[in-house]
């Protein structure tokens, strides 16, 4: 049989009078439909002021976007025509199709949202008059996108929904709004967002590969770049396969578990008791904006952490000039917060000097002022190339709370240069193994924490539950199994499952990387300061 090349539906036009027929082809959008016929446009203009909706009576169910193409509309349906006051100037939304050959996916949302905190009532649309006749909206996406694109792209949600962390919930089980909507066909869900930003430790935390950071920092731009389509790939592979996303992770979980064995020397818990002493919490308030993170004695006074860290101490605009008297007079550094929140006398004030850093690169050196009698033992001595393989360590600061360790496993994902030796169960395809990351002569380290699978992990051992590393701990210093300095963390990528934020990978640019562009940039500062590391520091290969 030929297929339907024309559509049709009736619509009651709200005016007490007879039902009329509204016929198009199928391509076309409803509202185009509907403008065709005189009649239809008579009313509407008689409705000025206000905006035009359709609740469907008969084959679909709440109310239509009017942009949806009328294929999907079924036989025979029925619709009353509803006008309502336009707020804000705001037009209704009419989510143009433009996905041409994709599929339409169908699906409904409750007219009003709620809170993640107290589960109270949360406006997610424009039109107040839609929420007070509790009906559905329906929502049309083509297959592939993201369910946070259909909804803010349909044009009646309110665009909190644009800014606002939010998800899909339907019976008590919840679907992340970045998830794409293949499997939502014909079914209900309500929107719950999440109307407060988690504040814990002292002052906020930024999180890592906001827009405004990755703009100033290209390195990071880049790996954030590789990553995210390591990740689209496997997504996409594994939809076609039919599993779901949570499939895809437990892939990377269960082979980069198998990577090495979480068991840990007790000589090296020793070692890095030790090295923890001179690691710090770099704490700021700047007129408002207050943060923390972490930072590490490299030699003498002289402390490192990341470039980026700084630019959240100074704020966004101030001139570069102007830095170093902004975080003497707004930053502090304590090595002491073990337990519980340092006493005044434990903390170093930092000298208005700022001169050595590299945005590439992500570091900064600050200068702290105080007694030298106790300051910490320098890190830089103990610098080594990045490790191929093994377990790391990081010690800092993570959501501005008391020092911690994290150890992982190196996952290599950038540049692969070789087969990787290790394949996934059940004939997935082979995940990067064993190469190193380089680019332009900087050398990058990436981890796995062992806990970056939370909802995966039931070892009763596993009790460092609240020490992975998402928020403040940009600039801890990352040591290898010797208790050698090899990196120093810069970032890492998130994502959320089942209410908790877990980490897909973490990294940090290598500290011979670090010292070679301190040696080129600032050699005169370097030999002064930095004098025992000797003449072939920084060119280690």
Request: with cysteine; hydrophobic share 35%; aromatic share 12%.
């Amino acid at each position: 049989k030929r297929k339907r090349s024309v559509n049709k539906f009736t619509v009651n036009l709200g005016d007490g009078g007879k039902e009329h027929v509204v016929k198009g082809r199928t391509h076309d959008s409803i509202y185009n439909a509907l403008m065709a016929r005189a009649d239809i446009r008579a009313r509407l203009n008689k409705e000025k002021g206000k905006e035009m909706h359709l609740l469907g009576k008969k084959g679909i169910e709440g109310y239509v976007n009017l942009g949806m193409p009328l294929k999907y509309i079924p036989e025979n349906s029925h619709f009353e025509m509803k006008f309502y006051k336009v707020n804000w100037n705001r037009k209704v939304g009419r989510h143009q199709y433009e996905s041409k050959g994709k599929k339409c996916i169908i699906f409904y949302v409750v007219s009003f949202g709620s809170r993640w905190e107290n589960n109270a009532r949360y406006r997610i649309l424009w039109c107040q008059q839609l929420v007070k006749d509790s009906s559905k909206l329906c929502v049309f996406a083509p297959e592939g996108e993201t369910i946070k694109d259909a909804l803010c792209k349909d044009g009646r949600f309110h665009s909190c929904l644009e800014k606002k962390e939010w998800q899909l919930r339907e019976n008590k089980k919840y679907r992340p709004s970045d998830h794409c909507v293949d499997n939502l066909a014909n079914r209900s869900f309500e929107v719950v967002v999440k109307t407060k930003q988690p504040t814990k430790g002292q002052g906020k935390t930024y999180h890592y590969f906001k827009r405004t950071i990755l703009d100033l920092y290209p390195d990071l731009k880049k790996q954030s770049t590789v990553i995210d389509k390591l990740f689209a790939k496997a997504f996409a592979e594994a939809l076609e396969q039919g599993k779901s996303r949570s499939a895809v992770f437990k892939l990377y979980r269960e082979n980069f578990g198998k990577e090495t064995k979480n068991s840990t020397l007790i000589k090296v818990h020793k070692r890095l008791g030790v090295l923890s002493d001179s690691v710090g919490f770099i704490q700021w308030a700047n007129n408002g904006n207050d943060g923390s993170a972490t930072c590490f004695v490299l030699h003498d006074k002289y402390i490192l952490t990341c470039h980026h860290v700084v630019g959240h101490i100074v704020g966004e605009g101030v001139d570069e000039k102007d830095w170093a008297s902004i975080i003497s007079h707004c930053a502090r550094v304590t090595f002491s917060y073990e337990d519980k929140y340092p006493k005044e006398d434990s903390w170093f004030s930092l000298a208005p000097w700022f001169e050595i850093s590299d945005k590439d690169l992500d570091f900064a050196v600050l200068e702290l002022e105080g007694d030298r009698s106790l300051f910490r033992a320098g890190l830089v001595e103990l610098s080594y190339p990045l490790p191929f393989n093994g377990l790391i360590y990081i010690i800092g600061h993570p959501d501005g709370q008391a020092k911690s360790a994290d150890g992982c496993t190196v996952v290599p994902v950038f540049e692969r240069k070789r087969e990787c030796h290790c394949r996934i169960q059940r004939g997935q395809k082979e995940v990067c193994n064993n190469v190193r990351c380089v680019s332009e002569d900087r050398q990058c380290i990436h981890m796995f924490t062992q806990r970056s699978f939370q909802d995966v992990i039931n070892n009763p051992n596993v009790v460092t539950y609240d020490t992975s590393f998402f928020f403040g701990s940009s600039g801890s210093p990352v040591f290898n199994a010797d208790g050698q300095l090899v990196a120093m963390h810069t970032a890492g990528y998130k994502y959320e499952k089942n209410k908790q934020l877990h980490s897909i990978v973490e990294f940090g640019f290598s500290m011979v990387a670090i010292l070679a562009a301190i040696k080129k940039k600032y050699k005169a500062w370097y030999e002064v300061a930095l004098s025992s590391l000797g003449e072939d520091a920084g060119d280690k290969p």
